[in-house]
């Protein structure tokens, strides 16, 4: 877990670029950067010995949702003007300090806690094999239930985006 | 560990800022990712820390709700986008009228 160098780059990389993902103008720029924020994360997530989550993170993050964003933004081909307007700076102020607040506390809470030593891990952590384990034995209700979720989303986006029904 | 949290922290506040300081859908929908995706750090890293494999089947659980939120959210985005020729919030007052 204590592998510091890799936390600090990828840390840094991941709030720099979800920063400019709020703040950038041009939707493009957005999605691409949330591509560098997420690959971070999986470089966390493997740092975490998460090595399953890890590769399905960049399956389906980098790989489907994001390209579904690009498709989307190409399909829009929003000009500039059909952007449309942003509040004004004051606003923009007021709600980056309300957030560094939620921030603070939430940081302060984590600080206050504080955690006991890391147990030591099982040989197998991590792994396919674990996960699915875990996911086949206790947790196959949610499991049947995402998928039942995933297949209304489906029909749901295709019955939303059609012209015509 | 708390570093970990921390970060988590981070990127939830970003991505709240994301939500409620931009009027574009599609960056409102990608501040929602990030928020999502700063729980998952949490997850795994208290999975981490008690050895226990529940928090990363809760992260694929969560990468699976997230998966079909941005499907309905996109599928949304396109049928506004044909009526209303636009992506900013701040126009979308149809019920109002």
């Known amino acids: 877990m204590e592998t510091n160098i890799v ?8 709030v720099v670029s979800a920063i400019l993902v709020v703040t950038r103008r041009n939707p493009v720029y ?14 966390l997530f493997l740092n975490l010995n998460a090595y399953f989550i890890a590769a399905m993170h960049m399956m389906v993050y980098t790989g489907a949702i994001l390209v579904l964003f690009l498709f989307v933004i190409m399909l829009l081909n ?5 952007l449309g307007k942003e509040y004004g700076f004051g606003n923009k102020l007021l709600l980056s300090f309300l957030c560094m607040l939620l921030f603070t506390i939430l940081a302060a809470l984590v600080y206050g806690v504080g955690f006991a030593p890391a147990k030591s891990l099982p040989s197998r952590f991590g792994s396919i094999e674990a996960v699915g384990n875990a996911m086949f034995s206790d947790f196959v209700l949610p499991f049947e239930l995402l998928s039942v979720l995933i297949i209304v989303a489906m029909i749901g986006g295709i019955i939303l985006a059609k012209r015509k029904l | 560990m708390t570093k970990y949290i921390i970060l988590s922290a981070a ?6 800022f994301g939500v409620l300081a931009r009027r574009n859908i599609l960056i409102i929908i990608m ?11 949490a997850l795994i890293a208290f999975a981490r820390q008690y050895a226990d494999t529940t928090g990363q089947v809760f992260v694929l659980m969560v990468m ?11 599928a949304l985005l396109i049928a506004m986008f044909r009526n ?11 019920l109002k009228e």
């Open chain 1, 78 to 82: 929003l000009k500039k003007e059909e």
């Open chain 1, 30 to 43: 957005s999605a691409l950067f949330l591509m560098l924020c997420f690959v971070a994360f999986a470089v």
């Open chain 2, 11 to 16: 990127l939830f506040s970003i991505g709240t």
């Open chain 1, 7 to 14: 936390f600090i780059v990828c840390a840094v990389v991941s």
């Open chain 2, 84 to 94: 209303k020729k636009t992506v900013d919030t701040g126009d979308l007052t149809m």
């Open chain 2, 64 to 74: 699976g709700v997230a998966a079909a939120e941005v499907a309905v959210g996109l």
């Open chain 2, 31 to 41: 501040s929602i990712e990030l928020m999502l995706n700063g729980v998952n750090i």
